[in-house]
């Protein structure tokens, strides 16, 4: 009697066991993806307000170096837009881009197997070398008579 009583609470464990692994597998996923678009972000915004040639495109070489940030690095993600803002004083990146969970894996309903939006931007001040050097200069002049 005994024996069969274990395989009726394992069929009735099981799927919820396997489903709660699914879970935590996805869950990991999505926040890899999401701090994997992050970094990027962060570095194509300081790539571009590394930028001070004022013939230099900093579009094309901000969008660039996103692009390769990302490339080969998500796990379930697929990138719809790279938006950046340019201004006088800062760089500004956004990536927006679908999680997408295969069909097979939804075990809830409402769930959209069309993707879960996930949308990241990063900040960096332009600065100006040359005043950011002479900035440097003061401060170890104030640091060394102290």
């Known amino acids: 009697m005994k024996k069969g009583s274990f395989t009726v609470e394992a069929s009735l464990l099981f799927p919820f066991i396997l489903a709660v692994i699914v879970l935590v597998i996805y869950a990991s996923f999505f926040i890899h993806d999401r701090a994997v678009m992050s970094a990027a972000a962060c570095e194509a915004a300081i790539r571009g307000s590394e930028i001070t040639d004022p013939h230099g495109d900093i579009y094309a070489k901000t969008k660039e170096t996103g692009e390769r940030e990302l490339k080969g690095r998500l796990l379930s993600t697929r990138i719809k837009a790279i938006d950046i803002r340019v201004d006088a004083k ?49 401060v170890e002049e104030h640091v060394d008579r102290d």
Not at 100 to 123: F, M
């Open 90 to 138: 800062e760089v500004r990146v956004s990536v927006c881009g679908d999680f997408v969970i295969p069909r097979g894996v939804i075990l809830a309903p409402g769930i959209d197997s069309n993707g879960t939006e996930i949308k990241v931007s990063a900040l960096s001040s332009r600065l100006d070398p040359a005043e950011f050097i002479r900035n440097c200069r003061v």
